[in-house]
């Protein structure tokens, strides 16, 4: 029972970090229509960002945040220069040229931080908490990714800027009749799920160490974490993040050998996908001819 | 993508017209010149080269067959790598454990293949668009860990293979032996894709990637041919795996990486998405530029691969030959030999179908 507890807490751990990317993968979907692969290696690259900080002598939590500043700024210039031209282009289109980023920031990594594995620093201290059932590292990503969902849901809910952004994402053509800038708000949408992969990013790197691969497995699971939310969902993606986790965590613990962990991800997306297409949260798409 | 399949409707519009037999005697003097050539070339040049030319159409076959799949059936797949590395180890189980001879792994591989597409296909029904993408994402990144796990596959170290020798009396060595046995495998390959995608069956595949609700209207059993171009691309994609394995020698899991599957999505964007003679193109970028671009940094055939994406999306979305088919038929028609022709590739050039609120929220 103990193992068990203790199982389940640490997938929670891994299961915010999931959240956190499944968060912002469903951002842009809903925003865009479009499954960013590159959110992956973009939240690698801010992370490396943030060590080259941390390396520098900046402490802990000017470097997050001046990370996070800097994935904004980035994101924004991404969506704006590279995803601008296939907004409306075929899927085929849209997907290929974010596995192209995927590769481009992945090389670019790999160019200039080289491939060998890097520790990165925890902010919180590695000690046993509740007769060693989760360390107090499990508990500071937890808490970090409560907090982060708190801020995006007041942001979402109650800011002036917040709103227009839901409301481009539902219906961009009333919306750009009211006077939004629906451009503008999908440019801050990519800002903010660049911020948000980069804090996902930062809280995985003391745990897996830090290279360019480093988020190949993490970006499987959090797809699969948006899937079975539904990937229309951003209260799903945090519920599907947190499931994916701790399945991953009890089925590597009782039933099969670590190695095949990403396999059994595969075989979670095919069920969700063949059983409840719309995952857990999601609404069902309606096609009008 | 639209624009690639009105080249391509407009070609075969020719090809069915007036113009037929004109376009068509010059066209197979051509062909034969180049399968001439091509079966000629390994005698000219090092045991090296040739083994590096097996390689670009064993990619060719591989690349063809994602095209089947992507560019006429509208499926995305990024997860080819590992319907190729299902071939290479049925061929290699066979040879390795029961000592079947190379040539008679090629229609169990076939088979294997052929049925993993359909068992594929058959859920990918369900997703359309980015989820399939998705989906054999997944698989791409599961295949090596799979492969590692079971003892039959040799598991890390994979299985060594001995390199089939050339039939005594014909005078040629191992590597012009496999050169050339590859080289009608991908005649074949080409020949039976070209008859497929110009029959019904491809017209069906084709109005489904198109229009799937229009396609159904017709009486398209949608279901049922998108399951077919599933199986028959990955038929085509686990043939060039048995050949690869027959021709290296060797299998291993960590060959068939997300990086060999994203290889063969490069090489089909490359050549041209729906197009066959794109395959072969794609093979040659596949087969030369990673390793150019090695001799750079470890990074940079990643950062190529990424940019030739990005770049052909945006300037070139329908490949070297998608793009230069049009011009090679423009030209044809300005010299006013066909004048059916003129008329025919100005509808299609005007006339895009654009394909809108496909799995929008409305």
């Given at each position: 029972?103990?193992?068990f507890?203790?199982?389940?807490f640490?997938g929670?751990?891994s299961?915010?970090?999931y959240a956190?990317?499944?968060?912002?993968?469903?951002?842009?979907y809903?925003?865009?229509?479009?499954v960013?692969?590159?959110?992956?290696e973009m939240?690698?690259f801010?992370?490396?960002?943030?060590?080259?900080?941390?390396?520098a002598a900046?402490?802990f939590?000017?470097?997050?945040?001046?990370t996070l500043?800097i994935?904004?700024?980035?994101?924004m210039i991404?969506e704006r220069?590279?995803?601008?031209?296939?907004?409306?282009a075929p899927?085929l289109?849209a997907?290929v040229v974010?596995?192209?980023?995927?590769?481009?920031?992945n090389a670019?990594?790999?160019?200039?931080?080289?491939?060998?594995?890097?520790?990165?620093p925890?902010p919180f201290?590695?000690r046993?908490?509740?007769g060693a059932?989760?360390?107090?590292?499990?508990?500071g990503?937890?808490a970090v990714?409560?907090?982060?969902?708190?801020l995006?849901?007041?942001f979402?809910?109650?800011?002036t800027?917040?709103?227009?952004?839901?409301?481009?994402?539902?219906n961009?053509?009333?919306a750009?009749l009211?006077?939004?800038?629906?451009?503008?708000?999908?440019?801050?949408?990519?800002?903010?799920?660049a911020?948000i992969?980069?804090t996902a990013?930062?809280?995985?790197?003391?745990i897996?160490?830090?290279?360019?691969?480093m988020?190949?497995g993490?970006l499987l699971?959090?797809f699969?974490?948006?899937?079975?939310g539904?990937?229309t969902?951003?209260?799903g993606?945090?519920?599907g993040?947190l499931i994916?986790g701790?399945?991953?965590?009890?089925?590597?613990t009782?039933l099969i050998a670590?190695q095949?962990?990403?396999?059994?991800?595969?075989?979670?997306?095919?069920?969700?996908?063949?059983f409840?297409?719309?995952g857990?949260?999601?609404?069902a798409?309606?096609?009008?001819? | 993508?639209?624009?690639?399949?009105s080249?391509i409707?407009?070609?075969k519009?020719?090809a069915d017209g007036?113009?037929?037999?004109r376009?068509?005697?010059?066209?197979r003097?051509?062909?034969?010149?180049?399968?001439?050539l091509?079966?000629?070339l390994?005698?000219g040049?090092?045991?090296y080269?040739?083994?590096?030319l097996?390689?670009?159409?064993i990619?060719?076959?591989?690349?063809?067959?994602?095209?089947i799949l992507?560019?006429?059936?509208?499926?995305?797949?990024l997860?080819?790598?590992?319907?190729?590395?299902?071939?290479?180890?049925t061929?290699?189980?066979?040879?390795?454990?029961?000592g079947?001879p190379?040539?008679a792994t090629?229609p169990?591989?076939a088979?294997?293949?052929?049925?993993?597409?359909?068992?594929f296909?058959?859920p990918?029904?369900r997703?359309?668009?980015?989820y399939?993408a998705?989906v054999?994402l997944?698989?791409?990144?599961?295949?090596p860990?799979?492969l590692?796990?079971f003892?039959?596959t040799?598991g890390?170290?994979?299985?060594n293979?001995?390199k089939?020798?050339?039939?005594p009396?014909?005078?040629?060595?191992r590597?012009?032996w496999?050169y050339?046995?590859?080289f009608?495998i991908?005649?074949?390959?080409i020949?039976?894709a070209?008859?497929l995608?110009?029959?019904?069956?491809g017209?069906a595949?084709?109005?489904?990637?198109?229009?799937?609700?229009a396609?159904?209207?017709?009486?398209?059993?949608?279901?049922r041919y998108?399951?077919?171009?599933?199986g028959?691309?990955t038929l085509f994609?686990?043939?060039a795996?048995?050949?690869?394995a027959?021709v290296?020698g060797?299998?291993a899991?960590?060959?068939?990486?997300?990086?060999?599957?994203?290889?063969?999505?490069?090489?089909s964007a490359?050549?041209?998405i729906?197009?066959?003679a794109?395959?072969?193109?794609?093979?040659f970028?596949?087969e030369f530029?990673?390793?150019f671009?090695?001799d750079?940094?470890d990074a940079?055939?990643w950062a190529?691969?990424?940019?030739?994406m990005l770049?052909?999306?945006?300037?070139?979305?329908?490949?070297?030959?998608?793009s230069f088919?049009?011009?090679?038929?423009?030209?044809?028609a300005r010299?006013?030999?066909?004048?059916a022709?003129?008329?025919?590739?100005?509808?299609?050039?005007?006339?895009?179908?654009?394909?809108t609120?496909?799995?929008r929220?409305?």
């Open positions: 029972m103990h193992l507890l203790q199982q389940v640490s929670l751990a299961g915010a970090i956190s990317l499944a968060l912002a993968l469903v951002m842009i809903r925003a865009t229509d479009l960013n692969f590159a959110q992956g939240a690698m801010s992370t490396y960002i943030a060590w080259m900080l941390v390396n900046v402490p939590w000017a470097a997050f945040a001046l500043v994935s904004f700024i980035g994101g991404i220069v590279v995803i601008r031209p296939v907004e409306n899927v289109a997907v974010t596995i192209g980023l995927l590769l481009i920031f670019l990594a790999g160019w200039l931080f080289t491939y060998t594995l890097q520790e990165f925890s201290p590695d046993p908490l509740f059932l989760l360390t107090s590292r499990d508990l990503v937890i990714t409560l907090v982060m969902l708190a995006l849901f007041v979402f809910r109650f800011t800027i917040g709103l227009a952004m839901r409301a481009a994402a539902q961009p053509a009333s750009r009211c006077g939004i800038r629906v451009g503008r708000m999908l440019t801050i949408g990519w800002g903010l799920a911020a992969g980069a990013g930062i809280m995985v790197a003391p897996l160490f830090l290279d360019p691969n988020m190949g993490v699971y959090a699969t974490g948006a899937l079975l539904g990937i969902s951003p209260v993606a945090v519920i993040g994916v701790v399945t991953e965590n009890l089925v590597g009782y670590s095949l962990k990403l396999t059994v991800a595969l075989i979670l997306i095919v069920i969700v996908l063949v409840r297409p719309n857990l949260f999601g609404t798409i309606v096609r009008r001819v | 993508m639209n624009d690639g399949a080249a409707a407009s070609e519009f020719v007036d113009a037929r037999v376009i068509g005697t010059w066209r003097f051509a062909v034969v010149g180049l399968i001439v091509a079966a000629a390994p005698f040049l090092s045991n080269q040739v083994f590096e097996t390689q670009v159409m990619y060719a076959i591989a690349v063809l067959g994602l095209n992507t560019g006429y059936n509208g499926q995305i797949s997860g080819h790598g590992g319907f190729f590395a299902a071939g290479a180890y061929a290699a189980v066979l040879m390795h454990r029961y079947v190379y040539w090629l169990p591989a088979l294997v293949g052929f049925a993993l597409g359909l068992l296909g058959l990918a029904l997703f359309e668009g980015p399939l998705l054999t997944a698989m791409a990144v599961a295949t860990q799979t590692k796990y003892s039959w040799g890390n170290q994979g299985l293979l001995a089939p020798a050339a039939p009396g014909l005078g040629i060595d590597d012009r496999l050339l046995f590859v009608v991908l005649l074949l390959a020949r039976i070209a008859n995608l110009n029959g019904r069956t017209r595949w084709m109005a489904i990637r198109d229009h799937p609700i396609a159904a209207a017709m009486g398209i059993d949608t279901a998108k399951t077919l171009a599933f028959t691309s994609t686990a043939v795996g048995a050949l690869s027959i290296v060797f299998v899991p960590e060959s068939f990486s997300l990086f060999l599957s994203v290889s063969f999505l490069v090489g490359v050549g041209g729906a197009t066959i794109g395959g072969i193109i794609g093979g970028f596949i530029v990673p390793n671009a090695n750079i940094s940079a055939p190529i691969y990424g940019l030739a770049l052909f999306m945006y300037a070139m979305p329908r490949g070297v030959v998608g088919g049009p011009l090679v038929a423009w030209l044809r010299s006013g030999r066909a004048a022709v003129s008329e025919v590739s100005a509808l299609s050039t005007n006339a895009k179908p654009r394909q609120s496909q799995g929220l409305e």
